[in-house]
């Protein structure tokens, strides 16, 4: 059985993905973040990055709604979030990071000025910004991200943070 600690975590991380606001996850709050990662970075969404990240964020959204929307209805409830996603974790969390690999992915090249498959500290900072993280969060969350202390996040260490995020507390 799962805690009830455990939901309630789940449950808190409900806000990151419903970007607008309005109690339900839904491909508009993917669609969101992409177009908001986009302007962030001045990046065309008509280019290869841009459609990679909108692709990603479709994937991500398809990935999402498979293993949560229970009612077929194309929006996720905070219901059916808590429990979609304990079931998952429970089940192999990263599994569940998988499905935010191409979005990840996708958002990472957006970020990446250098062209090496990795974002700055500074850049990763921006991208959770983006994302909702707030200011004074997005700095020691980016640091983390960082595991082999090369002043930089990349995929190896971004999708298994997901998984991460969804197992422990803030």
Do not use: C
């Not at 970020?111 to 090496?116: E, M, V």
Request: net charge negative; glycine share 10%; proline share 4%.
């Amino acid at each position: 059985m799962v805690s009830s600690e455990y939901e309630r975590r789940i449950a808190a991380r409900f806000a990151t993905f419903d970007q607008d606001g309005n109690g339900y996850i839904d491909r508009e709050d993917f669609i969101v973040a992409a177009r908001s990662l986009l302007a962030e970075f001045a990046t065309a969404a008509r280019s290869d990055k841009g459609q990679a990240l909108y692709a990603g964020a479709e994937a991500f959204w398809q990935g999402m709604a498979g293993i949560a929307d229970r009612d077929g209805d194309q929006r996720i409830t905070r219901e059916e979030f808590v429990t979609g996603a304990v079931k998952r974790l429970r089940d192999n969390p990263e599994r569940f990071a998988e499905i935010a690999r191409p979005f990840l992915h996708a958002a990472l090249a957006v970020a990446d000025a250098g062209g090496d498959g990795a974002a700055t500290i500074e850049d990763t900072v921006r991208v959770l910004r983006v994302l909702g993280v707030p200011e004074g969060a997005a700095r020691p969350i980016a640091a983390a991200l960082d595991t082999d202390g090369d002043g930089r996040v990349g995929e190896q260490e971004i999708v298994p943070a997901l998984a991460r995020y969804f197992t422990v507390p803030e």
